[in-house]
T-cell receptor, first 117, second 115 residues
């Protein structure tokens, strides 16, 4: 069974600075997807960034980038130029598409990020 | 384009009762999945439906059930409610397919409180 571990329950960063959130996962699969989701106080889960395991290049979305280390099974999220609106709970998630394209996300326990003004 | 809509947003039920939650996916999305979020257990997968068929099911007791209608709207039902069923229930929809269309869009959830 796959597991996702986020070892940092809470983190804090000064506005405009850079912060890195950690995520490790365990799987015997070779093809899978990894995601970072953000959950602000409104509770809606918002996709921040995704990475296909077969791609060696790290994904980047504006101020958000990942460091994907497949052999180490590590998938960290770097937020540059942190903004107050980045304050939220961040979840790392793993997904392997089933043979019938069934879709099941396995989430980590989350990291609460506070951006200080 | 309207997002994923979950109703109701808040619900209070008594132990032993049953409850039905509703999820309307984004137009054109045919896959709907449900997740339970609690402080103790985190986010856990309940089940996924596609074309009115359950494709995948998480490790939950039979009191948790769901269905999907021909218009892709989905409902989940919890019978004989227990205090531990108090949670935020999230619904996500997606376009079936591989590659870039694997993204799931989430609703704002239904907050269920069992007293």
């Amino acid at each position: 069974a796959q597991t996702v571990t986020q070892s940092q329950p809470e983190m804090s960063v000064q506005e405009a600075e850079t912060v890195t959130l950690s995520c490790t996962y365990d799987t015997s699969e070779n093809n899978y997807y990894l995601f970072w989701y953000k959950q602000p106080p409104s509770r809606q889960m918002i996709l921040v960034i995704r990475q296909e395991a077969y791609k060696q290049q790290n994904a980047t979305e504006n101020r958000f980038s990942v460091n994907f280390q497949k052999a180490a099974k590590s998938f960290s999220l770097k937020i540059s130029d942190s903004q107050l609106g980045d304050t939220a709970m961040y979840f790392c998630a793993f997904m392997k598409l089933g043979m019938d394209s069934s879709y099941k996300l396995i989430f980590g326990s989350g990291t609460r990020l506070l951006v200080r003004p | 384009k309207a997002g994923v809509t979950q109703t109701p947003r808040y619900l209070i039920k008594t132990r032993g009762q049953q409850v039905t939650l509703s999820c309307s996916p984004i137009s054109g999305h045919r896959s709907v999945s449900w997740y339970q979020q609690t402080p103790g257990q985190g986010l856990q997968f309940l089940f996924e439906y596609f074309s009115e068929t359950q494709r995948n099911k998480g490790n939950f007791p039979g009191r948790f059930s769901g269905r999907q209608f021909s218009n892709s709207r989905s409902e989940m039902n919890v019978s004989t409610l227990e205090l531990g069923d108090s949670a935020l229930y999230l619904c996500a929809s997606r376009v079936k397919g591989q590659g870039l269309r694997t993204e799931a869009f989430f609703g704002q959830g239904t907050r269920l409180t069992v007293v």
